[in-house]
């Protein structure tokens, strides 16, 4: 059995999106990042960064149980675990582990920096927001360039690399992410992916969780909300 800790999260989506399509036996432990609880000792020692999502595993590789945290490395974990979604070798597992950091290490980061500047900082950020804007506009030009190559992100082959990239481009109202509706390979690519009955599994799962986090949104603490946004008396670099 393997439990997955976390909430309704792009990050964490991936992870049920993989556990939907390989049908490993799962269970979700919610860890509300809203309250604070990935802040506790007991979550710290699964992930000294504290965020989510964490896999336990409790069969592991050396048949022990195997903690895995970083939604990457996760998805490597599980397609390694499974045999499935990313090729064992060659050519082809390189494609699909570069658009994976393409999604790590870019559409993550960008779109994440880019709705904090959105959704959560004061007003008067024009130039942060504009940069994560460019920068997220960016990686989309890039997606839809190789969705115009090839079927799928790594390949013609569905992999990892979609299922991590999915979830970070669901929100098309703006709001959360951006207005995102007008690259035609990229738009293919998305309702295909979309229409999977594993990924319209995790939808309906996640969207009802997503319920929840909005009401913990809504009334979480200044406390809190400075601690996770790493703000007021939880900023660690001061200005010099
Ligand atoms: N690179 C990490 C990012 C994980 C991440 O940012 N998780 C967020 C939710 S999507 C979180 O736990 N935030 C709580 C915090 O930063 O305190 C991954 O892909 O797993």
Sequence with gaps: MIELLGMSSPNVQKIQIMLEETALPYRVRRIDVWKGENFTSEFEALNPNRKVPVIIDDDGPDGQPCTVFESGAILIYLAEKTGRFLPANGTARYQVLEWLAVQMCGVGPMFGQYTHFRVFAPKGNDYAE????????????????????????????????????????????????????????????????????????????MDKVWQEDLVSIGTASDEIRDRLLGRGDFTKAPSP
């Design 130 to 205: 504009s940069r994560y804007r460019t920068q997220a506009v960016r990686l989309f030009e890039a997606l839809d360039h190789r969705l115009g190559q090839t079927r799928f992100l790594g390949g013609e082959d569905y992999s990892i690399a979609d299922m991590a990239t999915f979830p970070w481009t669901r929100d098309r109202s703006g709001k959360w992410g951006g207005d995102w509706g007008g690259y035609r390979n990229f738009n293919r690519w998305f309702d295909e992916v979309s229409a999977r009955p594993a990924v319209s599994r995790m939808t309906a799962e």
